[in-house]
């Protein structure tokens, strides 16, 4: 089973910043399945990015998924005060499914 | 548009099963796999499992083999998780989702059922 870990824990930025967030798996991830989601308080998660980089329906072009074989990474070019929330990347290996420990992203 | 609509919250006994519902429309039911996933107290995201309506075959985690029944009934859109042998560390939102077709990730969202064990 492939570990999914995400840093930092805590990004602490002000609106306008550009964030970057990290997502490393335990093994080279062969079939591109990295998704990235983001959860709100008392909120289900939403769909950002899926397939490592293609940005789901809705989603702002501020939000850009990259990466491959371990390293993957979602970058917000400039932060929105509703971009606020907690970050979790996830992998399906054919198996089963694994999310990351998540990122929060809170208000300098 | 696309909607899923899950039960209510519950609250059950140590060694106690809970069933939760998950009613979909808006798309065809039968194409898209379902997935139950959890979110205990302070913690992250964990996959729990899924169902394919048009066949009823299911996966699961392995840490919930045993434990965990996903069903559906096509006639009414809706599918079903029951987890058996509750232990309070089950306490946790379980949320299910649907599987977005041709990729590994999930697009439309329950608004989670709060499942509380508690004695």
């Known amino acids: 089973e492939i570990v999914l870990t995400q840093s930092p824990g805590t990004l602490s930025l002000s609106p306008g910043e550009r964030a970057t967030l990290s997502c490393r798996a335990s093994?080279?991830?062969?079939?591109?399945?990295l998704t990235w989601y983001q959860q709100k308080p008392g909120q289900a998660p939403r769909l950002l990015i899926y397939?490592?980089?293609s940005r789901a329906t809705g989603i702002p072009d501020r939000f850009s998924g990259s990466g491959s074989g371990t390293d993957f990474t979602l970058t917000i070019s400039s932060l929105e005060p509703e971009d606020f929330a907690v970050y979790y990347c996830?992998?399906?290996?054919?198996?089963?499914?694994?999310f990351g420990g998540g990122t929060k992203a809170e208000i300098k | 548009q696309v909607q899923v609509v899950q039960s209510g919250a519950e609250v059950k006994k140590p060694g106690a099963s809970v069933k939760v519902s998950c009613e979909a429309s808006g798309y065809t039911f039968s194409g898209y796999f379902i997935h139950w996933v959890r979110e205990a107290p302070g913690q992250g995201l964990e996959w729990i499992g899924r169902?394919?309506?048009?066949?009823?075959?299911?996966d699961y985690a392995e840490r919930f083999q045993g434990r965990v029944t996903m069903t559906r009934d096509t006639s009414i859109s809706t599918a079903y998780m029951e987890l058996s042998s509750l232990r309070s560390d089950d306490t946790a939102i379980y949320y299910c989702?649907?599987?977005?077709?041709?990729?590994?990730?999930?697009?439309?969202w329950g608004q989670g059922t709060l499942v509380t064990v508690s004695s």
């Open positions: 397939d490592a980089s």
């Open positions: 989702a649907r599987g977005k077709g041709g990729t590994a990730a999930f697009d439309y």
């Open positions: 169902i394919h309506p048009n066949s009823g075959g299911t």
């Open positions: 093994h080279s991830i062969a079939n591109g399945y």
């Open positions: 996830q992998h399906y290996d054919g198996s089963g499914f694994t």
